[in-house]
């Protein structure tokens, strides 16, 4: 059994900080690429950034402000989140894919707001 279990969402003022972690557990030992996508009321999903191997990607809307990591060993995956606006408000999901399948985690709430 796979889950992906997030941490680091809440609440935050505009201009500040979160860091997001994603860590897989359960039969999985390595994954090809990881990525963090979220999704707003009324909205689609939509990517916010991806990594594979060493490059990474990022939606426009993050770009600049938003950095995507791993740790290949831990099988973690994590989102630093700065400079953060209430447009990015939005519930934020971990996606890793292996070479069998792709998991995604629960959804972790982001709130920015004053």
């Known amino acids: 059994q796979v889950q992906l279990v997030e941490s680091g969402g809440g609440l935050v003022q505009p201009g500040g900080s979160l860091r997001l972690s994603c860590a897989a557990s359960?039969?999985?030992?390595?994954?090809?690429?990881a990525g963090w996508y979220r999704q707003a009321p009324g909205k689609e999903r939509e990517l916010v950034a991806t990594i594979t191997g060493g490059s990474s990607t990022y939606g426009d809307s993050v770009k600049g402000r938003f950095t995507i990591s791993r740790d290949s060993a831990k099988l973690v995956v994590y989102l630093q989140m700065n400079s953060l606006k209430p447009e990015d408000t939005a519930v934020y999901y971990c996606k890793v894919t292996t070479m069998v399948r792709t998991y995604w985690g629960q959804g972790t709430q982001v709130t920015v707001s004053s």
């Open positions: 359960g039969s999985i030992f390595n994954y090809h690429a």
